[in-house]
């Protein structure tokens, strides 16, 4: 976490607004078609418009506003242990892991599907890294059945940090399973409300679109008084028009469209402004999200965000390269320090991820731990006092002087200069005298070493644990449907 000192704003307040009377023309026009029955009924009760035939719901200006206004402006997430949070809303920027990858590349190289021994080793080297914030499901635990992989999740992610984690919210069922679960951590459903321990997520369905299960979810979260995000994944030029402009437009009546269901729902409920859109690389139809333009979206994000007085969430250190390769870096880099500057509250896919996120890289996790402190730095700025101008030491040092023993350079180089760890800084001789040149071996030797070494420093409760680990074993009896 950091506070904002740099901020980038590309967009002016006109072209916000631009973008915003636009929006309010496609939601209360073309609509937004809504497939979950609770949700059409909060927003016809409203005054929203339904056509049966079609289910698009079109939203009046006013209902979309006045729901708007009922959402919180700051809230906080919380960890099990109580001594960290996420302030939302406060100006400081919180920076994740990448989250649900199906796909590893394990630290031999070799890529194969996601495991809980997986989600458990990245939770703990997550948790060790000082300038990740956040520890996300960073891979599936693919090798756990379906019917409890959600819950096993959860449970392994109390357990393994102590840092603040994700929910699951796919289906009113879903849900409110991991809802109960959490609550075991908290001690019951109220004392969960009062200081959420989750984060939810409720993606749109691009172009114009509220899924069934994923709504359900929502409204779920909304009554619980869990913290959740809205993102959706518009592919400008595919999902969305190809221009960013346009994209914003449509990402912002989807996002929005959501914000309003999660209100109706349970007014004053934390909602999360969110995007995790790109551009479609026409060459190959994918999704680019280390693309520079997804930068300029972040941006754009932001800025809405911050027009509606909503916390937002974006991406920002995804990649398309296959490993951590120079590729890799630049994407990374770029779409982090913009997600950063543009003041997104909570950035997703910070750490860790190769191959547009489907793959989670152990490696480049440790890597990309360094490119976020080096992006911390950068937003905090610079402090311009007396004590910092230093025009009192210049004078004593002189022409010719010396520094490196001054008091006080003692005093300052550590919070002026970010030394990240993983990179070399030191003359060629020292470096070619080395065993390990190569800093993805480096980085994956680190990963090794805390994976070896590293113990959450506040285990999780005994009995906690045995109700936890219980109650999953009773859900897994259950019938599928």
């Known amino acids: 976490m950091v506070c904002m000192d740099v901020r980038c704003e590309p967009f002016s307040r006109d072209d916000i607004g631009r973008i915003h009377d636009a929006t309010i023309r496609i939601l209360e026009g073309t609509g937004i078609k809504v497939l979950e029955d609770e949700a059409v009924k909060l927003l016809v009760g409203a005054g929203a418009s339904f056509d049966k035939a079609t289910r698009v719901v079109r939203f009046p200006e006013r209902v979309l506003m006045d729901a708007i206004s009922t959402a919180?402006?700051?809230?906080?997430?919380?960890?099990?242990?109580?001594?960290?949070?996420?302030?939302?809303?406060?100006?400081?920027?919180?920076?994740?892991?990448?989250?649900?990858?199906?796909?590893?590349?394990g630290l031999d190289g070799v890529v194969r599907p996601s495991t809980a021994k997986d989600l458990e080793s990245f939770l703990r080297l997550t948790d060790a890294l000082p300038n990740i914030d956040h520890s996300s499901w960073v891979c599936w635990p693919r090798d756990v059945p379906e019917r409890i992989a959600h819950l096993q999740a959860i449970f392994l992610s109390f357990k393994h940090t102590n840092k603040t984690i994700d929910g699951w919210n796919w289906g009113t069922r879903g849900t409110e399973e991991s809802l109960?679960?959490?609550?075991?951590?908290?001690?019951?459903?109220?004392?969960?409300?009062?200081?959420?321990?989750m984060l939810g997520f409720a993606n749109p369905v691009s172009p114009l679109t509220l899924s069934k299960e994923s709504t359900e979810g929502l409204i779920s979260y909304a009554k619980a008084g869990q913290p959740c995000v809205?993102?959706?994944?518009?592919?400008?030029?595919?999902?969305?028009?190809?221009?960013?402009?346009?994209?914003?437009?449509?990402?912002?009546?989807?996002?929005?469209?959501?914000?309003?269901v999660a209100q109706l729902a349970?007014?004053?409920?934390?909602?999360?402004?969110?995007?995790?859109?790109?551009?479609?690389?026409?060459?190959?139809?994918?999704?680019?999200?280390?693309?520079p333009?997804?930068?300029?979206?972040?941006?754009?994000?932001?800025?809405?965000?911050?027009?509606?007085?909503?916390?937002?969430?974006?991406?920002?250190?995804?990649t398309e390269a296959m490993l951590a390769d120079y590729q890799a870096g630049a994407e990374s880099a770029t779409t982090l320090l913009m997600a950063g500057l543009s003041g997104i509250d909570f950035v997703y896919d910070a750490a860790g991820s190769i191959e547009s996120s489907l793959t989670a890289s152990f490696t480049k996790l440790v890597l990309d731990d360094a490119v976020c402190g080096e992006v911390k730095r950068i937003m905090t700025g610079v402090d311009v006092d007396e004590e910092t101008l230093a025009v009192q030491v210049i004078e004593a040092a002189g022409p010719k002087g010396a520094y490196l023993s001054n008091p006080h350079t003692l005093k300052h180089f550590r919070k002026e200069a970010f030394v990240p760890p993983q990179f070399w800084r030191g003359p060629r001789?020292?470096?070619?005298?080395?065993?390990?040149?190569?800093?993805?071996?480096?980085?994956?030797?680190?990963?090794?070493?805390?994976?070896?070494?590293?113990?959450?420093?506040?285990?999780?409760?005994?009995?906690?644990?045995?109700?936890?680990?219980?109650?999953?074993?009773?859900?897994s009896k259950l019938p599928e449907a």
Not at 436 to 461: F, G
């Open 230 to 260: 809205y993102p959706p994944e518009c592919m400008a030029g595919g999902t969305s028009p190809a221009t960013i402009a346009g994209l914003l437009v449509q990402q912002n009546a989807e996002v929005l469209a959501s914000v309003v």
């Open 72 to 105: 919180p402006s700051r809230f906080k997430l919380y960890t099990r242990d109580g001594k960290h949070e996420l302030a939302f809303g406060e100006g400081k920027v919180h920076l994740s892991s990448l989250g649900t990858a199906v796909q590893v590349e």
């Open 293 to 318: 333009e997804v930068g300029l979206i972040m941006a754009g994000t932001a800025q809405l965000a911050r027009r509606y007085k909503i916390p937002c969430r974006g991406t920002g250190g995804n």
């Open 429 to 475: 001789g020292s470096w070619d005298s080395q065993l390990t040149k190569d800093i993805r071996e480096k980085a994956r030797q680190r990963a090794e070493e805390i994976l070896r070494e590293h113990e959450v420093a506040l285990p999780l409760d005994t009995d906690v644990e045995r109700k936890m680990t219980a109650y999953i074993k009773g859900i």
């Open 180 to 197: 109960d679960l959490a609550s075991i951590v908290s001690g019951g459903r109220d004392a969960l409300a009062e200081r959420p321990l």
């Open 266 to 291: 349970s007014p004053g409920a934390p909602s999360i402004y969110s995007s995790v859109s790109g551009t479609m690389d026409m060459r190959t139809g994918s999704i680019a999200l280390g693309a």
